[in-house]
Structures are given as C-alpha cells and as structure tokens.
C-alpha cells in the first residue's frame, strides 16, 4: 500500500482489499513473504536494543529523577538503543521489503541477496539507514515515553501485569507508528527504488538520501502520499508491540525472580 506508483493490479483501497486480493491473486501464504528474513533479524537486533534500553535508561533515571521514572531519560534511552537495533535490522529490511513488492523478481531470500549485492553493492543495504535512524528515533522516543507513561498510570507500582504490559505496548506501537508515517514511506521508497515512480520523474540511478525521498513522494502524490498505509501500519504495530513487551516484562520478571530466589536460597552446601 505504501508503494507510490503501484502496478495497476496491485493498487487497493484498503487493508482488507489489499489483503483479501493478495490472497486470491497470489496465494495464501504471498502475506507473509519476507518473514524468513525478519525472524533472522530481530533476534539479535531485539537482544542489543531492549539491553541497551534498560542500561541507559537506569544509568540516565539515577542522574536526572534520582532513581525514579523520568521521560527525558526514556526517550534518550530508546533513541540510543534504536542505532544498535537499526544496524543489525537495516538489511533486513532493505531485503524484505523488496521481496514483498507487486511481482517481485527475487525467487527467495539468499536469491534477493545475492542479487542486490552484486547488482547495487554492499552500500544498497544500507542506503535508508539514515532515514530509517530518522524515523526510528523519534518513533521509539515517543513509543519508550508512551509505554512508561502508560505504566505510571495503569501499574504504579511496576509488577509483573501482563494485561497492563499489552494495553500499553498497544497504545505506544499506535501513536508511534501513527506520527512516524510520512518517515517510513520514504524508507520505504529508498529502500525499493521503484522503477516506475523514479522513471515518472526522469530519476536515472539510485534514490539517496533522505531529502531526496522527502522531495520524490512529495512530487508524485503531495501531502497524502505521505500518509500511504497508515491504516496498515497501525493495524501491524499495535499487536507487535503488545506482544514484544508483554513477552520481555515476562522474561524480565521470570529472571529477575529466579535471581532473587537463588539469592534467597544462598550458596550451594560443599
């Protein structure tokens, strides 16, 4: 949905259009193209970003609140932690949004790969990282801020409440995903070069930098070609960060009781 000059078959009014013709068109499981790639990611993308939140997220609340909650310190910690993460999930993404396209030519993961690389270098996996930094960074900033504000007000006292974890993970995914959209239609844009938007534009080459996306969307299809799949992009961010915090406050909670009963328990008799 997010393309800016669709083929004529891939062209939908809305989620629900763009999904059920996806599917009669192309096969139940074309949705979830680009999964292989995205699973290998975030991983180790998730490992480096949620431990580099809470390091610097404590390190900064102990200097700024005196150990206490504070904003400013969440939102510096997410944007940290969002460069680590984009590093590693950059790639990925460069490589599942272009086996996703309206008839993409890449047979698989290693195929789109491989041709990329040899095609376009090295550089075009991470010819959008700028911009992916640009949107990530204000989009977790406001989705840490979100998550904790939300925490103050639904768990004051930060216990292990999976209800609460996931009505905040909903609600920060939803406003993050919802301000950052115009960002992300332009990663999407330097991420998939598209042939025939650049070519309306006599655009010879690649798509660089993001003052150049910005300029590009705005001359194919003004303001609203900004907001292209808003729609989609709430629908998908506000279950999948339900489910990434309610499954690391598990963890976190899991780990941190299993510390406190070994301490409890003292050493191991000789």
């Known amino acids: 949905m997010q393309s800016l000059q669709p083929d004529p078959k891939a062209q939908y009014r809305s989620v629900l259009e763009a999904l059920r013709r996806m599917v009669h068109a192309e096969g139940l499981l074309r949705p979830l193209r680009g999964l292989n790639v995205t699973m290998l990611g975030a991983g180790p993308a998730h490992a480096l970003y949620f431990a580099c939140y809470e390091r610097v997220k404590c390190s900064l609340s102990t200097i700024i609140q005196n150990g206490g909650n504070s904003h400013v310190a969440n939102g510096i910690a997410g944007s940290v932690a969002t460069v680590l993460h984009d590093a590693v999930m950059n790639p990925a993404e460069v490589v599942k949004q272009r086996m996703q396209m309206y008839n993409s030519p890449y ?7 491989t041709t990329v690389h040899r095609t376009e270098g090295l550089a075009a996996f ?8 640009t949107m990530n960074i204000p989009f977790q900033a406001i989705h840490f801020i979100t998550y904790e504000f939300m925490q103050e007000r639904l768990n004051p006292q930060r216990q292990y409440q999976p209800q609460t974890h996931i009505v905040s993970g909903a609600l920060a995914g939803a406003v993050s995903a919802a301000a950052t959209t115009p960002l992300d239609v332009c990663k999407t844009l330097l991420n998939t070069q598209e042939n025939v938007a ?3 534009l006599n655009i010879s080459g690649h798509l ?3 003052a150049n996306a910005f300029r590009t969307v705005y001359q194919l299809g003004g303001v609203p070609a900004f907001f292209k799949g808003v729609q989609a992009r709430i629908i ?3 279950p999948s960060t339900a489910i990434a915090w309610s499954v690391y406050e598990f963890f976190k909670y899991f780990l941190t009781k299993h510390q406190q009963e070994r301490g409890r328990a003292g050493p191991a008799p000789t």
């Open 198 to 200: 650049l070519s309306s």
């Open 236 to 238: 998908y961010q506000m």
């Open 107 to 113: 047979r698989g993961l290693w195929h789109c790969v």
């Open 208 to 210: 660089t930098g993001m």
């Open 126 to 133: 991470y010819r959008s990282y700028s911009t992916q930094l």
